[in-house]
């Protein structure tokens, strides 16, 4: 009879689960782990920290709409990738994490690398165990996966001890576990589904705000198909954005353009009905306190869910519709064929005039040719650069809202960026494992420098790996956002500089593609060149250190000067360039 160990196991499960791909970095508890999945062709990604693996397994999610799996050592190595075990919990993505853990036998021994991980994992996980059988090792795999991806997806942990995952077992001794996912998802009464339907056909104003839900149930052409019948425009976070093409006009980035008093103005009022998509009602939507909620009081909120806690959390909701998303969909377009839907054209109008007035807001500062290159042009170079074909990641303070206003995501997965937990240094290992699942397409990292502190060694994994992306940093020498609320509020600045980095000569000394640009006429060249280049490449673009993030005469700094304070117009001193006069 052959003889396996745990890892020869585990791997046989994932591969049963469609897994092929996996995060990790190296630790000799999980050894048995490794050469099971080379040995069954499961590709190993090995990175510089785990809290790069666990990002990318989440990265690899929202890329795909598939799980994602980390493997990382025990103790340091699983408290390491917290934060990206936090990240995808906060934003409902599927991951799966094995922990190495400290033999049983030294149990309260005080053994090396021992701490309790599941009290650390189990507030930020589904579904987290100790598999304390090398038998049960494939019912625990399964049971973990299914958590990970049912209802509402979510991060799953497994805890292997050593001992447990080095064991030598009959292959006769372990019972047959071959479970799949639970076929069939819910779906809502068509009762329900009318009503919903009653609703955004009577409407003047409707809109769709779509969140992660489309993406995880697969359920972009159903909502392509229902856009372009009842012509209702959709809205959608950063995890959605791309479900309906932002190329025309029934597709926009962001739930906030809705809210646009312009719009309000133009097409005579806010939504009247507003219909969730697989979206929460929190910061994202305006409605966690002390913001403007982006959904009117007085609107019909009909919100899909497959979490019936989560409808009417936040809002009142008057049609709430328990199901999946990509089934509700379904049933929606069936049913709507008979449906007369009113004319929506003045308040598309209005949403098409606003979305480029809103990319060309900071146009009288974007395309000047002196120093320094204003942020939105490096954005609007970038944009411009890519095709629908192409992925773009998002990672920093404003530097991600800069890059967001001037996105134009053409389908899903190709725009992915910061959610609920706002984590710095997600850039670089979303990015590399968006090239890991997409290798035939070009991949553009957009990192303030701020966050491109975090995960900078994963440029060495990016080399070693082959993963060929190209890393814009927006160098504007300090933490931006913080920088200019600080000016605001107390006059100068104070932790918050970091002053001129030259991030392309460590990266080339990595083995990467490097270029320096402080002229925007140089931005396009560089990004051909890093491209043309055939290695990953890192592009330091220096940025207006002067500029924070928001509209001409609607910044922080407009209006009477407070006692103590620079107003617009004052001369404050920034790195880099020096004395500088404050600008909107």
């Not at 745990?6 to 689960?17: D, F, K, N, S, T």
């Not at 165990?129 to 494939?138: A, E, G, V, Y």
């Not at 007085?298 to 497959?306: E, G, W, Y």
């Not at 910061?418 to 670089?428: D, F, P, S, V």
Request: with cysteine; glycine share 12%.
């Amino acid at each position: 009879m052959a003889v396996v160990d745990g890892g020869e196991l585990l791997v046989r499960a994932l591969l049963h689960a469609g897994v092929e791909e996996l995060f990790v970095l190296s630790g000799g508890h999980l050894d048995p782990i490794f050469f099971a999945a080379a040995d069954h062709g499961i590709r190993i990604t090995d990175t510089r920290h785990e809290a790069a693996a666990t990002h990318m397994a989440d990265g690899y999610a929202r890329a795909t709409g598939k799980l994602g799996v980390a493997v990382i050592t025990a103790g340091p190595g699983v408290t390491n990738g917290v934060t990206g075990v936090a990240t995808a919990y906060a934003d409902a993505s599927p991951i799966l994490v094995i922990g190495g853990r400290s033999p049983l036998r030294d149990e309260d021994r005080l053994a090396l690398q021992a701490i309790d991980q599941l009290a650390v994992m189990k507030p930020i996980t589904k579904f987290a165990r100790t598999i304390l059988h090398t038998d049960r090792i494939p019912e625990f795999a399964s049971m973990a996966i299914r958590h990970a991806v049912s209802g509402r997806p979510g991060p799953a942990f497994l805890d292997i001890p050593l001992d447990i995952l080095f064991t030598p077992i009959e292959e006769e001794d372990v019972p047959t576990f071959r479970h799949d996912l639970p076929r069939g998802l819910p779906t809502p009464k068509p009762d329900s589904i009318d009503e919903a339907l009653e609703a955004l056909a009577r409407a003047e104003r409707p809109a769709i705000f779509a969140g992660g839900g489309v993406l995880f149930s697969g359920a972009q052409e159903e909502l392509r198909k229902f856009a372009e019948t009842t012509q209702i425009p959709v809205f959608a976070s950063s995890k959605a954005r791309g479900c309906i093409s932002e190329r025309t006009s029934l597709g926009y980035g962001g739930f906030g353009l809705s809210a646009s008093r312009g719009v309000h103005k133009q097409s005579g009022g806010a939504p009247d009905v507003v219909m969730l998509l697989g979206a929460r009602i929190g910061m994202f939507t305006g409605s966690s306190g002390g913001g403007r909620s982006m959904i009117p009081a007085d609107a019909t909120i009909i919100q899909v869910d497959i979490v019936p806690e989560e409808i009417g959390r936040n809002h009142d909701v008057q049609i709430g519709l328990v199901g999946d998303v990509a089934g509700t969909l379904e049933i929606m377009n069936e049913r709507s064929r008979d449906l007369v839907f009113r004319d929506h054209k003045i308040w598309i109008d209005a949403l098409v005039a606003a979305r480029g007035s809103f990319r060309d807001v900071h146009e009288s500062l974007m395309f000047r040719e002196e120093r320094p290159i204003h942020q939105s042009r490096l954005c609007r170079e970038i944009a411009e650069f890519l095709t629908d074909e192409d992925i773009l990641v998002a990672d920093g303070g404003d530097t991600a809202n800069w890059m967001a206003e001037q996105a134009i995501v053409g389908h899903a997965g190709r725009f992915i960026s910061h959610g609920y937990l706002g984590t710095l240094g997600i850039g670089m290992p979303f990015g590399l494992a968006a090239k890991v699942a997409h290798p035939e397409r070009r991949v553009l990292i957009l990192l303030g420098d701020g966050a491109a502190g975090f995960n900078f060694a994963e440029f060495e994994t990016a080399v070693r790996h082959g993963l060929n992306v190209v890393v814009v940093i927006n160098n504007d020498q300090g933490w931006g956002m913080i920088r200019h609320d600080q000016l605001e509020r107390y006059g100068r600045v104070v932790g918050a500089e970091l002053g001129v980095v030259h991030y392309e000569k460590a990266a080339e000394g990595f083995g990467c593609h490097a270029e320096f640009v402080e002229d925007a006429s140089g931005i396009r060249p560089a990004l051909e060149r890093a491209l043309a280049s055939g290695k990953a490449a890192c592009v330091n673009v220096m940025t207006d250190a002067s500029q924070p993030h928001a509209p001409p005469n609607k910044g922080k700094f407009a209006g009477a000067r407070r006692e103590g304070k620079p107003a617009v117009g004052d001369e404050v001193a920034l790195p880099y360039y020096g004395k500088r006069k404050l600008k909107n």
